[in-house]
């Protein structure tokens, strides 16, 4: 059902009242009225800061270096043959799960289209318009724009086939929205000397497809009307995405004016519900959805303002920028907790600056700076059309400035109680506290990561490929999310529970020290009143303590360490590790525990390209039952 405008600010004042934490953050809706909108909005497109489509010196300008790789990577599609999607290419999914029957040919659609219309922007000659407009309307033929398993999630009928009249609304669906919004922008008078009903199909369908329905509706819960919904990358994501297409799309004031405040308010909600200290519980891999999408919406929405409306000044978004930074172990390696991978989120170096200019931070400006000195990183084509141009703008400056970038010794983020710190010998350590209803959670309160040279020893595994199962009742089925193959104890035989009730208690981080009270995160069968893990790192080791007391002992606790490389366990209260020629001894009491390597046999791409095809689980099986008491163990560095 369509709502008014006037229903839509009832609406907002109904959730803003049943939202209670941190709800009076409002940075964007906070600071100024409804009305007020549409008096500092920049009308008829003239906030876009790149060069119109005639004006050639200044596409020179922009691409400069860069042109002559994005004409040729728009030449490969020339004679490109548009891939149609089927229908048992959709129903793969409610089949077995797999998600990229579908995907991989509305990619390779979406990057052809994309690298086309990038191209005729940087030459600017027509000689790709006629392919561009065949992959603008074979766009138009898709019953939906939105992937097969959102489609799944999202839709009335949770089947992953569309239905004739789909209107999800969704981070892909909206990606291809700006994309099809840049062309008509930039392109509109080109195809109209060859029909104007090309235009026109254009702009009625990504109308029809993202702006009405994102007006109209207010049941996705991406978009932040129920408060007690975890908000993720997904907010700020589809959001910026919305925006862009309703400043370079929408010609009437009023609606114009009620689709950015819309989006103002409902990034407020994601913004108001995350926690403030900046760190992204996502992890990594999802920086640059959750906090670079921020930055990208924050971006527009300051040119859509004019200036009007800037909060990159906040406390909070600048440690949104820096998280990235902070995450980074070296050589690739971030700190992977949650859906991460272990090497991932740390190599957009251009967003990285960008946003780092943008919030003043020498720290995320430097970092960029210096890793693009060594990796010499270009933009590459992509549907993200804004995102590709603002990186173009910024590459020159990214290139000439000053690299200056020391990696912190010790990082605390209080709320999401990530703890980073470098010791001596070359070790970094990262441990988490947290919760088990995280975004992308996993099982994982108390866990750690030891790295020896910027190269993880003792790990997180990380995610396997998405499939259904991920995403569903049966997540904590996937071994990967379960704490048992995370560097925890299992408490009497039982293993961590997901749910926003199971949390770490009592979390404490200093310079050298991380301690939580682990018993929270374990269901009742646990039998735990406490399990108080701390880590000390000094000279070379980690001390590793767990002081326990439980309620009745029931069977043998047994704590796991993950990790890769060579392991050999037959020496009693010793494990030897290493790791590409970084040495390590696990030591405990041997009259105390049993130890056993377990291998785990990784037959997922995505996590045997990180380690290969196998890693090790280490358990150490405690030799008797204790109600209470302490158990000590040591990593030290050799």
Same mark, same amino acid.
């Given at each position: 059902m369509r709502r008014t405008f006037a229903a839509f600010i009832a609406a907002i004042a109904l959730t803003s009242a049943l939202e209670t934490s941190a /709800?009076?953050?409002?940075? +964007? %809706?906070?600071? +100024?009225?409804?009305?007020?909108? #549409?008096?500092?909005?920049v009308q008829k497109q003239a906030w876009v800061p790149f060069p119109a489509y005639s004006d050639r010196n200044g596409w020179d300008r922009l691409t400069g270096s860069c042109r002559a790789d994005i004409i040729a990577a728009g030449e490969k599609y020339l004679d490109y043959e548009w891939k149609v999607i089927k229908m048992s290419d959709y129903l793969e999914y409610e089949k077995s799960g797999n998600r990229r029957i579908m995907e991989v040919p509305f990619d390779e659609n979406n990057l052809a289209l994309a690298s086309l219309f990038e191209a005729e922007l940087a030459e600017g000659s027509g000689r790709f318009i006629l392919q561009i407009i065949n992959g603008a309307i074979h766009t138009c033929e898709m019953t939906s724009w939105a992937l097969s398993a959102h489609i799944h999630a999202l839709g009335p009928e949770r089947r992953a086939f569309p239905r004739e009249d789909d209107t999800t609304l969704e981070i892909t669906q909206g990606g291809v929205s700006q994309m099809m919004s840049w062309i008509y922008y930039y392109l509109h008078e080109e195809f109209d000397k060859i029909h104007p009903d090309i235009s026109r199909r254009i702009k009625s369908e990504v109308v029809r497809r993202e702006l009405d329905p994102y007006l109209r509706e207010t049941g996705y819960w991406w978009m932040g009307y129920n408060p007690h919904i975890v908000l993720n990358n997904w907010n700020p994501w589809c959001n910026s995405n919305a925006l862009l297409c309703f400043m370079l799309i929408e010609d009437d004031p009023e609606r114009l004016a009620q689709g950015v405040w819309k989006t103002? $308010?409902?990034?407020?909600?994601?913004? *108001?519900? @995350?926690?403030?200290?900046?760190?992204?519980?996502?992890?990594?891999?999802? $920086?640059?959805?959750?906090?670079g999408m921020t930055y990208q919406y924050l971006s527009a929405l300051r040119l859509a303002t004019g200036g009007a409306v800037d909060i990159f000044g906040v406390d909070q978004i600048r440690g949104m920028g820096e998280y990235i930074v902070n995450s980074y172990v070296g050589d690739g390696w971030v700190v992977n907790f949650a859906d991460a991978s272990a090497r991932g989120g740390a190599s957009n170096l251009n967003l990285i600056y960008r946003f780092g200019k943008a919030v003043g931070s020498a720290h995320m400006t430097g970092y960029a700076a210096q890793m693009q000195k060594v990796q010499q990183r270009r933009p590459s084509p !992509?549907?993200?059309?804004?995102?590709?141009?603002?990186? +173009?703008?910024a590459l020159g400056e990214m290139e000439e400035a000053g690299s200056g970038y020391d990696a912190p010794q010790y990082v605390w983020y209080p709320e999401t109680q990530?703890?980073?710190?470098?010791?001596?010998?070359?070790?970094?350590?990262?441990?988490?506290?947290?919760?088990?209803?995280?975004?992308? *959670?996993?099982?994982?309160?108390?866990?750690? @990561?030891?790295?020896?040279?910027?190269?993880?020893?003792? @790990?997180?595994?990380?995610?396997? %490929?998405? !499939? /259904?199962?991920?995403?569903s009742e049966h997540r904590y089925d996937i071994w990967t999310m379960q704490s048992e193959y995370h560097n925890l104890p299992m408490i009497n035989g039982t293993a961590q529970r997901n749910g926003a009730d199971f949390r770490a208690r009592e979390v404490r981080s200093g310079r050298n020290t991380f301690s939580a009270d682990i018993a929270g995160a374990y269901p009742e069968e646990a039998g735990v009143r406490t399990w108080v893990r701390s880590y000390t790192l000094? *000279?070379? %080791? +980690?001390?590793?303590?767990?002081?326990?007391?439980?309620?009745?002992? #029931?069977?043998?606790?047994?704590? *796991?360490f993950m990790t890769w490389?060579?392991?050999?366990?037959? %020496?009693?209260?010793?494990?030897?590790?290493s790791v590409q020629g970084r040495e390590m001894m696990l030591k405990y009491n041997a009259s105390s525990f049993t130890a056993v390597k377990e291998t785990v046999t990784l037959d997922d791409r995505r996590l045997s390209d990180i380690w290969g095809p196998e890693i090790y689980r280490v358990s150490l099986t405690a030799t008797k039952l204790q109600k209470k008491g302490t158990y000590r163990f040591s990593i030290v560095r050799q």
């Amino acid at each position: 059902m369509r709502r008014t405008f006037a229903a839509f600010i009832a609406a907002i004042a109904l959730t803003s009242a049943l939202e209670t934490s941190a /709800a009076d953050r409002n940075y +964007l %809706t906070g600071r +100024l009225s409804s009305d007020q909108i #549409t008096e500092i909005l920049v009308q008829k497109q003239a906030w876009v800061p790149f060069p119109a489509y005639s004006d050639r010196n200044g596409w020179d300008r922009l691409t400069g270096s860069c042109r002559a790789d994005i004409i040729a990577a728009g030449e490969k599609y020339l004679d490109y043959e548009w891939k149609v999607i089927k229908m048992s290419d959709y129903l793969e999914y409610e089949k077995s799960g797999n998600r990229r029957i579908m995907e991989v040919p509305f990619d390779e659609n979406n990057l052809a289209l994309a690298s086309l219309f990038e191209a005729e922007l940087a030459e600017g000659s027509g000689r790709f318009i006629l392919q561009i407009i065949n992959g603008a309307i074979h766009t138009c033929e898709m019953t939906s724009w939105a992937l097969s398993a959102h489609i799944h999630a999202l839709g009335p009928e949770r089947r992953a086939f569309p239905r004739e009249d789909d209107t999800t609304l969704e981070i892909t669906q909206g990606g291809v929205s700006q994309m099809m919004s840049w062309i008509y922008y930039y392109l509109h008078e080109e195809f109209d000397k060859i029909h104007p009903d090309i235009s026109r199909r254009i702009k009625s369908e990504v109308v029809r497809r993202e702006l009405d329905p994102y007006l109209r509706e207010t049941g996705y819960w991406w978009m932040g009307y129920n408060p007690h919904i975890v908000l993720n990358n997904w907010n700020p994501w589809c959001n910026s995405n919305a925006l862009l297409c309703f400043m370079l799309i929408e010609d009437d004031p009023e609606r114009l004016a009620q689709g950015v405040w819309k989006t103002m $308010w409902s990034v407020d909600q994601y913004l *108001n519900r @995350i926690q403030g200290d900046g760190g992204i519980e996502e992890g990594p891999s999802y $920086w640059g959805h959750s906090a670079g999408m921020t930055y990208q919406y924050l971006s527009a929405l300051r040119l859509a303002t004019g200036g009007a409306v800037d909060i990159f000044g906040v406390d909070q978004i600048r440690g949104m920028g820096e998280y990235i930074v902070n995450s980074y172990v070296g050589d690739g390696w971030v700190v992977n907790f949650a859906d991460a991978s272990a090497r991932g989120g740390a190599s957009n170096l251009n967003l990285i600056y960008r946003f780092g200019k943008a919030v003043g931070s020498a720290h995320m400006t430097g970092y960029a700076a210096q890793m693009q000195k060594v990796q010499q990183r270009r933009p590459s084509p !992509t549907a993200d059309v804004f995102g590709f141009l603002e990186a +173009l703008s910024a590459l020159g400056e990214m290139e000439e400035a000053g690299s200056g970038y020391d990696a912190p010794q010790y990082v605390w983020y209080p709320e999401t109680q990530f703890h980073y710190a470098r010791g001596s010998h070359g070790l970094f350590f990262a441990a988490k506290g947290g919760y088990n209803n995280e975004s992308h *959670n996993h099982n994982d309160v108390g866990s750690f @990561i030891l790295c020896a040279d910027d190269l993880p020893v003792f @790990i997180d595994a990380g995610v396997g %490929t998405y !499939t /259904a199962k991920t995403f569903s009742e049966h997540r904590y089925d996937i071994w990967t999310m379960q704490s048992e193959y995370h560097n925890l104890p299992m408490i009497n035989g039982t293993a961590q529970r997901n749910g926003a009730d199971f949390r770490a208690r009592e979390v404490r981080s200093g310079r050298n020290t991380f301690s939580a009270d682990i018993a929270g995160a374990y269901p009742e069968e646990a039998g735990v009143r406490t399990w108080v893990r701390s880590y000390t790192l000094k *000279n070379g %080791t +980690l001390d590793i303590t767990d002081s326990f007391d439980l309620n009745e002992a #029931t069977a043998l606790n047994k704590v *796991n360490f993950m990790t890769w490389g060579d392991v050999d366990v037959s %020496t009693p209260g010793i494990v030897r590790v290493s790791v590409q020629g970084r040495e390590m001894m696990l030591k405990y009491n041997a009259s105390s525990f049993t130890a056993v390597k377990e291998t785990v046999t990784l037959d997922d791409r995505r996590l045997s390209d990180i380690w290969g095809p196998e890693i090790y689980r280490v358990s150490l099986t405690a030799t008797k039952l204790q109600k209470k008491g302490t158990y000590r163990f040591s990593i030290v560095r050799q």
